[in-house]
């Protein structure tokens, strides 16, 4: 660490120090997932975009995802008031959903089809099975509305750089230690709310 930056993580060390904010411990993950995120290229960490246990700020029930796009953090909501919180990349404006929908589905490791709109966009990109080139990362939760998928996810990324930034097409990304941990914690049905 340069010398530079250490009154400014002197004085956000201070900052966390006077709230309610508790680390959380990584999940245990298999070793295809060991092998398979030491080959996704590293990001300095950004104590802001972190793994929390805080004081829940979303007033929702206990078992909701809750995603506030603006401060780029999503919240897992748990009993007693608290909440887990992760940073996230978001949807840039363009691009960007809200709503409220339902997690209908769970992959590890998933495969990329990107749907007609983005390849429409963007003829580069193309089909992509899973693995740590893949842009959905170590885990994907399917969002859907009803019965029909929004085309929407929460997901890994091979980009963990850009967490915190509002970049993605839609999707939430999250650093994949991160998207492992949430989908050990969550069940199909699983409410998600995007602010």
């Known amino acids: 660490m340069r010398l530079s930056r250490l009154p400014l ?3 956000m060390i201070m900052a966390l120090a006077g709230c309610n904010f508790k680390g959380v411990p990584d999940p245990q993950v298999s070793a295809r997932d060991t092998e398979w995120m030491a080959q996704v290229p590293k990001a300095e960490d950004d104590p802001r975009f972190g793994r929390y246990l805080i004081d829940d700020p979303t007033g929702e029930a206990p078992g909701t995802i809750v995603v506030d796009t603006k401060e780029r953090q999503l919240y897992y909501v748990q009993a007693n008031k608290k909440a887990i919180r992760y940073g996230v990349a978001v949807g840039d404006e363009a691009y960007g959903w809200t709503g409220t929908a339902t997690i209908a589905r769970k992959a590890e490791w998933p495969d990329w089809n990107p749907p007609a709109e983005m390849k429409a966009r963007w003829p580069h990109v193309q089909y992509t099975k899973g693995g740590p080139d893949n842009p959905l990362g170590a885990r994907a939760l ?14 890994g990324t091979n980009e963990p750089e850009k967490i915190g930034h509002a970049v993605s097409s839609g999707c939430i990304r999250m650093r994949n230690i991160d998207v492992v941990d949430l989908y050990n914690r969550v069940s199909l049905n699983t409410k998600v709310i995007v602010r």
């Not at 399917?142 to 997901?155: A, S, V």
């Open 9 to 11: 993580l002197l004085a």
């Open 142 to 155: 399917y969002l859907y509305e009803g019965n029909k998928d929004t085309l929407y996810r929460i997901h």
